[in-house]
């Protein structure tokens, strides 16, 4: 990639639909304190989106209404915050329009899953890498569908990746809060685990791989991959703004305190809640148990070396 200048690297924004967590415009209460509860003679459905349809806090941030408000509101605050962001979506056209738009802001990626996109195939990849369309594959949205890293489907995959020098993003981690209840029914818990990255890590050990979401709540397996691989790197993703921030602070500066500082990257993972962004950067920037190099290094630093940028 050509180097590039920006205080801060977001390596997980996604392209999307204003609709695509459900009709805006939704309301996401920040910080979140408890998560929806499920009555089983009830709708999980109804009550989950009931929780963004009716905002509690000070902080709520709003959907916009529009696909154009989205993507201009999030390419706005990218602007002023002077932030360069691996942009995904699982439309190449989607993508495209946004980097139309703010070239210098975007760096095209894609997003898949096994189950989901079979019609997207590694000679796909290839073909829009040397078009210069794709610089990441990601996010990885496999475990929404069941699909375990080590599956042979998604093999071709990383053998092209690593031959091409393309990072994977890959969702190791929660999804939102009840996703089996929410039409996702092969997600499982035990996906999350990040010990289920490593027979692919072993097999193809120049990729270039970051486990999405930290694995939370993986704590220890987490800390044993990174430990074993040193390739590997996380990036903070949905939990630094949808989990209670206590519960972020523990989980990260127990990545920190383990030596591992330097393989932690900023993701925003911003959906449809282009606020979220910023306040993702302040869960980083309000961390007392981080130095000033320390933030500097997972808000830009580390993205920059791991993207080679």
């Given at each position: 990639m050509s180097p590039i200048s920006a205080s801060i690297i977001d390596v997980h924004v996604h392209a999307m639909a204003a609709d695509d967590q459900g009709p805006p415009p939704l309301s996401f209460d920040l910080p979140v304190e408890e998560f929806p509860v499920l009555d089983p003679r009830g709708s999980y459905e109804d009550a989950f989106m009931g929780w963004f349809k009716e905002p509690r806090g000070d902080r709520a941030v709003r959907s916009p209404l529009t696909d154009d408000e989205l993507r201009d509101q999030t390419l706005e605050i990218m602007e002023r915050r002077n932030i360069v962001g691996v942009v995904s979506g699982f439309?190449?056209?989607?993508?495209?329009?946004?980097?139309?738009?703010?070239?210098?802001?975007?760096?095209?990626?894609?997003?898949?899953?096994?189950?989901?996109?079979?019609?997207?195939?590694?000679?796909?990849?290839?073909r829009l890498h040397a078009a210069g369309e794709l610089a990441v594959l990601g996010e990885v949205a496999n475990q929404y569908y069941g699909v375990e890293p080590n599956d042979e489907r998604f093999e071709p995959y990383l053998a092209v990746c690593e031959e091409l020098d393309i990072p994977i993003g890959i969702h190791v981690g929660p999804g939102p809060p009840g996703s089996p209840y929410l039409g996702w029914e092969s997600y499982r818990a035990r996906l999350q685990s990040p010990l289920l990255l490593e027979e692919p890590l072993l097999r193809h050990p120049r990729l270039r791989r970051y486990a999405m979401h930290a694995g939370w709540p993986m704590l220890d397996d987490m800390l044993a991959m990174?430990?074993?691989?040193?390739?590997?790197?996380?990036?903070?993703?949905?939990?630094?703004?949808?989990?209670?921030?206590?519960?972020?602070?523990?989980?990260?500066?127990?990545?920190?305190?383990?030596?591992?500082?330097?393989?932690?990257?900023?993701?925003?993972?911003?959906?449809?809640?282009?606020?979220?962004?910023?306040?993702?950067?302040?869960s980083i920037e309000a961390a007392d148990f981080l130095t000033d190099e320390q933030k500097r290094a997972i808000l830009h630093d580390n993205a920059a070396r791991f993207l080679r940028l």
């Open positions: 439309t190449q056209e989607r993508v495209a329009d946004w980097r139309s738009r703010a070239p210098d802001r975007v760096i095209p990626a894609r997003a898949f899953a096994v189950g989901r996109d079979d019609d997207f195939t590694p000679d796909d990849v290839r990174l430990y074993v691989h040193p390739q590997l790197h996380v990036d903070t993703g949905v939990i630094a703004f949808a989990l209670p921030r206590p519960e972020f602070h523990r989980y990260l500066r127990a990545l920190v305190e383990a030596g591992f500082s330097r393989r932690i990257m900023f993701g925003s993972d911003n959906m449809v809640w282009p606020g979220a962004i910023e306040y993702a950067i302040e």
